[in-house]
């Protein structure tokens, strides 16, 4: 044995010894890198402000879950690439990862109210509406309103304070729907309370911002999932994102198989009746509809992906009546999403429109004809469909064409593991 073998055979008793980790130690000596080699391996992405929108502040959503960007808990799906970056900045919405322990990672969507387009826009007529010119403080000429000295007065969210705004949520609010938003406000510490009393004014500017721009985020935090309403989960904001739960669109499974199809449809309907009846006497219903407004979990679940354009009227409380002078209460604030139309009073909702929609602008397409499907079967389907489309009939004929539609669809659900939402169930009790 040469001196050099002895030597190593040597040094690797004497660190066994001492219950050091030789082997790890070893390589690290032995394969430190160059510091070329590890300026190559460090991250090549890194958050700005302005792609968060965290510049734009107190203008924006909100900062509950900035730490979650900047620790890498949520990343982007480009980022597993050899060469992660920010994605391109002029898309609404981006797919992601979101982790709490760094080892379970969920799928998710990290999204801004508007594209950067509209929110460019948006923030250049704030500015203008000041005689500002084309860039200014925004946050300031926001804290200049009439409408917000009226809010940071006040401790309790009333409907005067709303008026004007876009929102579909807000055509006729209801008190009792204002406190149910300042409880559940998620981007506020302590929240629990109707009053705004915790509220800073930092806190009413992104309350009013967010309310005035899309109000997505907020029905996600007052009617959550976890109570049993269906709409994905609200995880947080972070400047003028927002993140939420993941789901397949609908349109992804437009020319399934029937049972497929059935199920989706089946769900669709069930939870459009879920809105309109209800143990807490709201009603909440359509403005339109899209293929994007809905989407399924992996267990086959069907939820409400984009809240922006519904309405709620509180049945329990009644309508709200507006102000007859609606001009006095619209303001700058009433065009921050560029929707600057007026709304149609809550009196001209009808109790159908929800099923309307549905049958006329999705249901064709998700239930259209099949070589698969019993031919006296889809004429049955496409009949029903007609019925409950056909805007001439009375809301009692929609809702009945509607409910027999799901008689119709529902043996025809499959019971699979494949649709694990009510899998096992399925196998012993009719009712899933």
Not at 44 to 67: E, P, W
Not at 127 to 156: D, H, M, P, Y
Request: charged letters at 20%; a positive charge; proline letters at 6%.
């Amino acid at each position: 044995m040469g001196f050099q073998s002895w030597r190593a055979e040597a040094l690797w008793k004497v660190l066994l010894q001492f219950g050091v980790l030789s082997l790890y130690c070893w390589d690290i000596v032995a394969l430190s890198p160059s510091p070329a080699s590890q300026i190559q391996h460090k991250p090549v992405y890194s958050f700005g402000r302005s792609f968060l929108g965290l510049d734009k502040c107190n203008a924006c959503i909100g900062t509950s879950i900035c730490k979650k960007f900047f620790k890498e808990e949520i990343r982007f799906h480009n980022w597993l690439s050899p060469r992660p970056k920010l994605p391109l900045s002029y898309k609404k919405s981006y797919p992601g990862n979101y982790t709490d322990d760094s080892e379970n990672w969920r799928p998710v969507v990290v999204s801004r109210l508007l594209t950067k387009y509209k929110h460019d826009v948006s923030d250049t007529n704030i500015c203008t509406s000041a005689a500002k010119g084309v860039t200014c403080s925004i946050e300031n000429v926001l804290r200049s309103t009439r409408r917000f000295q009226k809010w940071t007065s006040s401790n309790l969210l009333t409907p005067d304070l709303v008026q004007g705004l876009s929102s579909p949520m807000l055509r006729c609010p209801s008190q009792r729907l204002l406190d149910r938003i300042v409880r559940r406000y998620a981007e506020v510490l302590d929240a629990g309370s109707i009053l705004m009393k915790h509220f800073t004014d930092r806190d009413k500017l992104r309350l009013l911002y967010t309310l005035a721009v899309n109000q997505h985020p907020i029905m996600l935090q007052i009617f959550p999932g976890t109570e049993g309403w269906p709409f994905v989960r609200y995880y947080g904001s972070c400047g003028r994102m927002m993140v939420s739960a993941s789901t397949n669109s609908i349109r992804q499974f437009y020319g399934s198989s029937p049972e497929t199809t059935s199920d989706l449809a089946y769900q669709l309907l069930h939870v459009t009746q879920s809105l309109r009846t209800n143990g807490l006497n709201y009603h909440l219903y359509y403005t339109g509809v899209r293929d994007d407004m809905f989407g399924t979990f992996e267990d086959g679940r069907l939820f409400i992906t984009d809240a922006s354009t519904i309405g709620v009227i509180d049945k329990q409380e009644g309508l709200h009546q507006s102000n007859d002078r609606l001009q006095d209460y619209r303001d700058v604030f009433s065009c921050l999403s560029l929707n600057c139309k007026s709304s149609p009073p809550c009196q001209t909702v009808r109790e159908s429109q929800s099923l309307l929609l549905i049958c006329r602008d999705i249901l064709p397409k998700l239930l259209q004809p099949s070589q698969n499907q019993n031919k006296h079967l889809q004429n049955e389907m496409d009949r029903l469909i007609s019925l409950c489309g056909n805007s001439m009939l009375p809301d009692s004929s929609i809702i009945n064409a509607a409910n027999a539609l799901m008689a119709l669809l529902q043996p025809l659900r499959p019971c699979s593991p494949h649709f694990a939402y009510r899998y096992p169930e399925c196998k012993y009790n009719n009712a899933f």
